[in-house]
Each structure stands twice: as C-alpha cells, then as structure tokens.
C-alpha cells in the first residue's frame, strides 16, 4: 500500500487577497518523485511555500510529512521544517564560513547540540552529495554545481522523507544540472525520499522522466503531459 508524505484536498492557496490555486487536490507517496511544472507565475513557488509553511493555508485540508498544516500555528512551522527538506534555486550560503561551519550553523538553529555527532552527519551528507572532501572550502571557492551540492546536502541534515525543491537547476549549465538531477534521482531511489521539484526546464524533465503536475489557470492538473512552452 503507497504511503501519502502529501495529501491536499479543496485547498485554496493565496498569495495576500489574490487566489493563485483553486481547489487544490493532490497526493504524494513515500518515496516518489514528482515535477511540478507550468508557465512563470502560475503558483508552483506559492504550492511550495504553503507546503513549508512559509504561506499559511486556511481554505481546505493539507498533511504534510505528518503534519496538518492548514492554520499551523507559527510555533510549530520549525518542527515542521526539521522534517522536510528545502532546496532553492538561489540558495546563499554564509560567505564569511566554509562549507562543515555553514552546515553546522544549520545544525545548530534546528536543536543540534552534540558537536561529535553534528561532525558526522556533516561527513555523511557531504558523502551523499560526493563532496566529502570539500568541508573545509570557502564558498567563494565552490563551482555553481558544488554550491547547489551543498545545498542539497543541508537540506538532508535531518534525515527528511521529503525533500521540496524550487528550481533546483534554474542557474546551472545542462551537464551540470544532469548532474544534479542524477544526484536527485538517486537520493529519492537509495533513501525513499520524496521529492517534489518545481521546475521550467524541458530538458531536463525529458531526459528524467517522472510524474508531472501541472499549475495552469488557477488550477493543479495531475498527471500533465510532457508538453511544456
Ligand atoms: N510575495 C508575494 N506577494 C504577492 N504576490 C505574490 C508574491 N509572490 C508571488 N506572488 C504572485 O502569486 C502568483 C504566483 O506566483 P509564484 O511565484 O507562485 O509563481 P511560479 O509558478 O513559481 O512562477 P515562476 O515560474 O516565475 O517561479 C503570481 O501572480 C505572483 O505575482
Ligand atoms: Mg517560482
């Protein structure tokens, strides 16, 4: 039996008085792995926010990694937060810090204490992306990919069955990109971890197949074709 990590019904999602998504119905398994697509402005950061609970939801019902998310009370927004992953396309890391201290800094702010333990899960998610030896780089001295990289490696610090990423190759060259597509693919397979990934390029959704969602005139399509413009 599939396992909803997501499940969205009736929700209507705004962004201040404006209604983006009406009536949003969609469920998402452990371990799958789903484009979010459609034109600019149509409301996949916005489905994605509300996801995280960076915008509230107060119309319909949504349960997200085991959360009930509709009117979540701030206070609960880092519990939540600790049990997912976010990966944007623009993520900044801390410049005046390398890579094993911005990663500890991460760490720390989500409840982390035990200094050992932190340099391990530092080591294991370095691995996980193949970057295990670049800890003590600055990131001024990372390429594009390896900062994306890192970026995908804080977002798996706490173990998150779901990982919610916006644009994740939006500023990287296509072999670049199917690298960080390759390495996507792999953390949803090897750990059944789910993602959810929003994103523009044609390219690459051709080249990684996957279930697709689509935001389009206020609404959420499930199970879009490939067409994309
Ligand atoms: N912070 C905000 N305040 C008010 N309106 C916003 C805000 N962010 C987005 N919007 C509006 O909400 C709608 C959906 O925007 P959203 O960013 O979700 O689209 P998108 O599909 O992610 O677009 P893109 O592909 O360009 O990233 C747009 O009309 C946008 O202008
Ligand atoms: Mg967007």
């Not at 396992?3 to 201040?16: K, R, T, V």
Request: net charge negative; proline share 3%.
């Amino acid at each position: 039996m599939p396992e909803p990590i997501i499940e969205i019904s009736n929700a209507n999602i705004y962004q201040g008085d404006n209604l983006v998504l009406q009536d949003v119905n969609l469920t998402v398994n452990k371990g799958e792995f789903v484009y979010l697509v459609g034109k600019t402005g149509t409301g996949k950061s916005s489905l994605l926010k509300t996801l995280y609970g960076e915008l509230t939801l107060t119309e319909g019902q949504a349960m997200v990694a085991g959360f009930e998310i509709r009117n979540i009370d701030w206070r609960k927004v880092p519990y939540l937060r600790r049990n997912l992953g976010v990966v944007f396309q623009d993520f900044q890391l801390l410049t005046d810090r390398n890579v094993n201290d911005n990663l500890k800094f991460v760490l720390k702010a989500t409840g982390w204490t035990d200094n050992k333990l932190m340099d391990e899960k530092i080591l294991d998610v370095l691995d996980k992306v193949g970057l295990k030896a670049k800890g003590f780089k600055m990131p001024f001295e990372l390429s594009g990919g390896e900062q994306q990289r890192i970026d995908i490696a804080r977002a798996l610090l706490n173990s998150p069955k779901l990982i919610l990423a916006d644009e994740p190759t939006g500023n990287l060259d296509p072999e670049t990109s199917d690298e960080i597509m390759n390495l996507l693919f792999h953390i949803c397979r090897d750990f059944n971890t789910a993602i959810v990934m929003a994103t523009h390029d044609y390219i690459v959704v051709q080249k990684f197949p996957a279930r697709m969602i689509r935001t389009e005139r206020g609404k959420v399509i499930d199970n879009a074709t490939i067409t994309m413009e």
